[in-house]
């Protein structure tokens, strides 16, 4: 069985019973997302384009490629505080190392997800269908692993956001991260939003259409790889690129 249940310091536990709008961001919240977008200036040459494309209301899914966990820090921070974004991780790359543990204890908005037992799609579906009706975000990475090198394409996306998108109606908002999977101090990274893929309910059929509308629409911001500078110093690479890559993981490369 997936175990959706979040730790107490989420707020996705807290308000999983309550009227609250998921959409409203604490004031905890909007101070630790100011203090990480400062720190990620500081680290990085951050570039982010189309935050016209989000919706100004919540109940839309952010689906993304995925090539470290700074693709989500950086959607937390640049993307507005409200609505609020939760995210669906793997429970044990979210507590390990420590640092993300912390980290997302205290900032919350997780839904942990314990892989490789027998799935309950069901439970998920229900957190993820009250999160959307209650003007929350989504903050999803289809690809469901990190591509192993930045190749301009992506993994074949897994079915999860089809059904996710097709029980819900809700829009799905294609994002593109470039520059993140190779990392150092003051590192050019770029983020768009691009076009929102127009939600539709439905049943499998829609859900497959609404998978493939999905990756066509990331892949269509998806910029290539960038040419390194082989005269432009790596400060600190291994450094960053390990410490948002667990590296002795394997990873599959975009074909």
């Known amino acids: ?76 921070a640049f993307a507005p505080a409200e609505p609020r974004i939760y995210f669906m991780a793997n429970r044990q790359n979210m507590e390990n190392p420590a640092w993300r543990k912390f980290f997302t204890q205290r900032i919350g908005g997780i839904i942990p997800i314990d892989q490789g037992q027998a799935g309950n799609y069901r439970a998920i579906a229900r957190q993820v269908s009250q999160i959307l009706s209650r003007g929350g975000v989504l903050g999803i990475f289809p690809e469901g692993d990190v591509a192993a090198i930045e ?61 493939g509308h999905t990756a066509e629409a990331i892949l269509a911001i998806l910029p290539p790889p960038t040419l390194e500078n082989l005269h432009q110093p790596k400060f600190l690479r291994r450094f960053f690129t390990y410490l948002f890559i667990r590296e002795e993981v394997k990873h599959p490369v975009p074909e």
Do not use: C
């Open 151 to 211: 190749t301009g394409r992506i993994l074949p996306l897994k079915k999860g956001i089809g059904y996710f998108a097709a029980q819900t109606g809700a829009t799905i908002v294609p994002v593109a991260f470039s520059g993140t999977r190779e990392l150092w101090l003051r590192k050019s990274v770029l983020m768009i939003v691009g076009k929102p893929v127009v939600g539709q309910q439905g049943g499998r059929e829609i859900a497959t259409q609404l998978v």
């Open 1 to 76: 069985m997936i175990n959706i249940q979040t730790e107490n310091t989420s707020e996705v536990a807290k308000t999983e019973n309550s009227n609250q709008l998921y959409g409203k961001a604490s004031l905890s919240f909007i101070i630790a997302r100011y203090l990480l977008r400062a720190l990620l200036r500081g680290l990085f040459k951050i570039e982010v384009r189309g935050l016209e494309n989000l919706p100004r209301q919540g109940g839309y899914i952010l689906a993304g490629n995925h090539l470290s966990w700074l693709d989500a820090f950086l959607m937390l």
